[in-house]
């Protein structure tokens, strides 16, 4: 049984058709990448897996539970975890209290294992030193970092990212990369819409094509950018390996 | 203006009256000015925060409610609400045991109104992204609102939230309009023997000024400590 099942899903917007029946399976454990043309629904389709959006019709399937007949809601979200293009941290805390918040909420943790688990977690992407500050005095880079290390301090089973670097300064994108890169091989799944091209090439078990609503192709970075089939990915690469 | 300094300094007569009624009026101010703005302050504040919860997070039929309320209070003088609430409502069964506690609960249903529209506005001013953040680490609607956007609103909001009380401590004079013996009321009844109002309200008003820079110092030092914290 695949962690993630995707079967024929379609969304509307009002009158907009975003997801056009989009369907393809994640196995535990694999990282792949969701890239594709600005409006194609790439964000939308993450967003309807930890069920932030929901869909008209279609079938997903998550850690073995049907989006549509989730009964515990909190309890499904905590196993998913997700990383903004827009870091999202909570302003009113400091970076510790960021990490440890919905561990100890959330997962009902006591006060010294969740902040053990934070301090690990913040120490992996680097920002240990700064467990006092407030968000407001971050850079965007350090941002994501700690808004990842929240994310995994709850352990989940599948991570999502929705273009986790394209609101970064370019020197500070690599930085961020570099701690997603750290997260791989930890049976952790990983989900990705991202634009950096060389780094989901890189880091990446499968590649997802999305635009206008479908999947018009997917498979092995090595088929996607060395021989893509399909005449949109073709244009589509052509573009974003020019710029 | 030259007179009027006179009058001052050399009429010991007004000096001794000024003297006084100092105390005669700062002791209602104490006993009864400010303990009917703490209490209704604090009820105002409890009224705001669950009205402008329940109209940002859009609950049906209880949002028409809050909504109508906000109306009708900020549509009406609040010293019609003050009769209204003292002279008017006993004809339909409701009596007060005092005004003191009627005016506690027009003062705080007003304020509540004012501030539940403040509250509200801060409350949109916090990013929708920490509210999806908190739903992905998987906290429930509550614990997000209470914990994430409400205290990032109430300190959005505390400058004006401030302001609101400020305004409050000198809108309690009305209520010696319906027997309350607050500082205005008792000003008022010294004045009627002592034959002296320019000098009794001058000195009433100089206490109100007294009562709000104090509160405004108050807000200065908080502002400073709650900017403070957030890094700013
Ligand atoms: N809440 C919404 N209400 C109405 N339309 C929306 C909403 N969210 C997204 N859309 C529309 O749906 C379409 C797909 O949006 P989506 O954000 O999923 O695309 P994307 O592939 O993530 O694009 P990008 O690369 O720009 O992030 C767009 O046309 C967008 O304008
Ligand atoms: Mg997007």
Redesign the pocket.
């Known amino acids: 049984m695949s962690i993630i099942e995707i079967k024929d899903v379609k969304k509307n917007?009002?009158n907009?058709e975003?997801?056009k029946g989009v369907s393809f399976n994640v196995e535990k454990g694999e990282v792949v990448s969701?890239i594709?043309?600005?409006?194609?629904?790439?964000?939308?389709?993450?967003?309807c897996l930890n069920c932030l959006?929901t869909y008209d019709s279609g079938s997903i399937k998550v850690i073995g539970e049907d989006l549509k007949e989730i009964k515990d809601m909190n309890s499904f979200r905590q196993k998913v975890g997700m990383v903004f293009?827009q870091f999202n941290l909570f302003a009113n805390m400091n970076v510790l209290n960021n990490c440890i918040f919905a561990q100890t909420k959330a997962l009902k943790r006591n006060k010294d294992e969740a902040k053990k688990i934070a301090l690990e977690n913040l120490q992996k992407v680097g920002m240990e030193k700064f467990i006092n500050a407030y968000p407001n005095t971050l850079s965007g880079g350090q941002k994501q970092r700690v808004a990842i290390a929240r994310a995994i301090s709850m352990n989940p089973e599948i991570l999502l990212f929705?273009?986790p670097t394209?609101a970064l300064d370019p020197e500070m994108v690599e930085e961020v990369l570099n701690v997603i890169r750290s997260l791989v091989n930890k049976g952790l799944t990983m989900i990705i819409?991202s634009?950096e091209i060389d780094f989901v090439r890189d880091i990446s078990d499968k590649i997802i094509f999305?635009d206008d609503?479908i999947v018009a192709e997917s498979g092995s970075p090595k088929e996607i950018f060395t021989n893509p089939k399909n005449e949109r990915t073709k244009v589509f690469l052509r573009k974003v390996i020019r710029n | 203006m030259i007179n009027c300094f006179k009058m001052f300094s050399m009429d010991s007569r007004l000096l001794e009256i000024f003297l006084n009624s100092f105390t005669r009026i700062l002791i209602p101010g104490l006993l009864v000015t400010i303990p009917l703005t703490i209490v209704a302050f604090f009820l105002a504040m409890i009224i705001a925060v669950v009205v402008a919860i329940i109209r940002f997070a859009n609950i049906k039929i209880l949002k028409d409610i809050c909504r109508f309320y906000v109306w009708i209070i900020r549509g009406t003088p609040l010293l019609v609400q003050l009769f209204f609430a003292y002279y008017g409502l006993p004809k339909l069964g409701i009596t007060w045991t005092s005004p003191f506690i009627c005016a506690v609960l027009v003062f705080a249903f007003n304020e509540g109104a004012y501030a539940s529209e403040t509250i509200r506005g801060s409350l949109n001013s916090v990013s929708e992204g920490q509210i999806e953040a908190g739903y992905c680490v998987g906290m429930s609607y509550l614990q997000i609102m209470w914990r994430i956007v409400l205290p990032q609103a109430l300190r959005a909001a505390f400058p004006s939230l401030m302001n609101g009380l400020i305004g409050m401590v000198k809108d309690t004079s009305l209520a010696s309009n319906i027997t309350v013996t607050e500082m205005f009321f008792v000003t008022r009844t010294i004045v009627t023997t002592t034959y002296e109002p320019l000098l009794l309200y001058l000195e009433v008003a100089l206490i109100y000024l007294l009562f709000s820079s104090i509160l405004s110092k108050v807000q200065t030092v908080i502002e400073k400590k709650l900017n403070a914290q957030v890094g700013k």
């Open positions: 917007f009002h907009l975003v997801l969701i594709g043309p600005s409006g194609g629904g790439k964000s939308t389709l993450l967003r959006e293009q929705d273009e394209s819409v634009h999305m609503g």
